[in-house]
């Protein structure tokens, strides 16, 4: 088979994939308490998202995303903790996994973006090695393709011309209380995300990365992850006063 009739066929494969309600949104959803940083109070559809800093929040998107039936492809993320995105909720059978994309992962990504929902590009095109800077002529090109198919493009890392940017860092980690001195485990723990999109302010707000009981689970019920507001609500900077000098 031909190079082009095998990326026609795997189109129509990823197009079959996404059939259900989701697909008709506009919005891809984030967790509940961190929709209030996005304008629309998600993921727009057609767009490119940027995220630096902590791994925790692309993980709670995944994992919200493919709650509400969105399909997720991961393209060079080899080392992506998918054991604990599905501890965060996440429904790994709609989750396509590329870990070693091969010399071109931009390519393979904006196949990608013909039939999945959400894309998710790593900094990794495989063991040892970094996907290094993105031309904006190539930058442009995926972003167009996304636009095309109302696929949203989420790269971990600086993107050029990117139309939301998530910046987020773990600032504490929370241990369940040790039972003998030298044991215990970390229950959670406290991300500042801040969110800058085109057109709108600034936002950001502080988040508990927290499990019911910190950790301790409830007796025949397992026990989900969650990302819960802290520190009150999000935060925006008050537009600035204007004054007429006479």
Do not use: C
């Not at 393209?75 to 590329?98: K, T």
């Not at 959400?118 to 167009?144: E, H, M, Q």
């Not at 600034?202 to 950790?215: E, I, K, N, R, T």
């Amino acid at each position: 088979m031909a190079r082009s009739e095998e990326v026609e066929a795997l189109r129509r494969r990823l197009a079959g994939m996404s059939g259900d309600a989701v697909a008709e949104t506009s919005v891809l959803p984030v967790p509940e308490a961190m929709a209030p940083l996005f304008p629309r109070r998600g993921l727009s559809r057609g767009t490119v998202v940027a995220s630096t800093g902590a791994i925790t929040v692309p993980m709670a998107v995944i994992a919200e995303a493919t709650r509400a039936g969105a399909t997720v492809a991961l393209v060079g993320l080899p080392r992506l903790n998918l054991a604990a995105a599905m501890d965060m909720g996440a429904d790994l059978s709609r989750v396509a996994v590329v870990t070693e994309p091969g010399v071109d992962p931009l390519e393979v990504a904006g196949v990608l973006l013909d039939g999945i929902d959400l894309v998710v590009l790593g900094p990794d095109l495989g063991p040892g090695r970094k996907r290094g800077p993105v031309p904006p002529s190539r930058a442009r090109v995926l972003a167009g393709r996304a636009r095309k198919q109302s696929s949203t493009l989420l790269v971990l890392g600086d993107w050029p011309g990117a139309s939301v940017r998530i910046e987020s860092e773990v600032t504490e980690y929370r241990h369940v209380p040790a039972r003998r001195s030298g044991f215990g485990r970390i229950g959670g723990f406290g991300v500042d995300v801040r969110v800058t999109a085109s057109g709108a302010r600034p936002s950001s707000g502080g988040f508990d990365l927290v499990a019911p009981g910190m950790g301790e689970a409830t007796p025949g019920e397992k026990p989900v992850l969650q990302l819960v507001a802290a520190h009150g609500s999000v935060q925006r900077p008050s537009r600035p006063a204007l004054a007429v000098a006479n």
